[in-house]
C-alpha cells in the first residue's frame, strides 16, 4: 500500500516569530509590550485549546488586529501548568508573532521587545524550523 506524505511546512503562511523568556503573568507582560511596542494588545476571547491525558489544556492569546491593513500581532503563551504549547521550546515561555512585512518595518524591533519590562531575554525563531509552529497560528 502505497504511503503519502504531508508537507507542513508548505501550508504554514509567513510569520515572524519572537520567543520571549519572562517570569510574570500573561496579562503583566501584554501591559508592557504594549507600552514598549506602542500596541493595543487584548485577549481573545478563546484559548488556544490542547487535550492530553483527559484534561483540556487553555494556552492563553492576545490579539491586535488592524482590520484595514490586516496586520496581525498575537501574543501566545507556551505554558499550561508543566505543560507546553511548543515543548521542543523550553526557553520560551511566550511566542510574539509577527506579520514579516511589519516586522521588516519595524527597527530594531528585537531590541525594542527585550527592552521592555519584565523581558527576561528575546530572541528570534525561525517559522520554517520550529517544529509544531501551526499550533501559533490557530
Known amino acids: 500500500m502505497p504511503k503519502h506524505r504531508l508537507d507542513d511546512a508548505a501550508a504554514l503562511p509567513d510569520a515572524v ?4 523568556s519572562c517570569h510574570v ?3 503583566r507582560l501584554c501591559w508592557s509590550l504594549n507600552r514598549a511596542l506602542g500596541l493595543e494588545l487584548e485577549r481573545r476571547r478563546s484559548d488556544i485549546v490542547e487535550h ?3 484534561k483540556e489544556l487553555h494556552y492563553t492569546v ?7 491593513s490586516e496586520v496581525r500581532w498575537s501574543l501566545v503563551s507556551n505554558t499550561c501548568g508543566k505543560r507546553r504549547l511548543i515543548p521542543s521550546q523550553r526557553s520560551a515561555d511566550f511566542f510574539l508573532v509577527v506579520d514579516p512585512e511589519v516586522a521588516e518595518a519595524q527597527d530594531g524591533l528585537l ?20 517544529r509544531m ?6
Not at 492576545?62 to 484595514?68: A, K, L, S
Not at 531590541?111 to 520550529?130: C, D, Q, Y
Open 17 to 20: 516569530v519572537f520567543g520571549i
Open 25 to 27: 503573568p500573561d496579562y
Open 52 to 54: 492530553a491525558r483527559g
Open 62 to 68: 492576545f490579539d491586535q488586529r488592524d482590520e484595514e
Open 111 to 130: 531590541g525594542r521587545i527585550r527592552g521592555a519590562e519584565f523581558v527576561l531575554t528575546a530572541f528570534a525563531l525561525p517559522m520554517n524550523e520550529l
Open 133 to 138: 509552529g501551526h499550533k501559533l497560528l490557530l
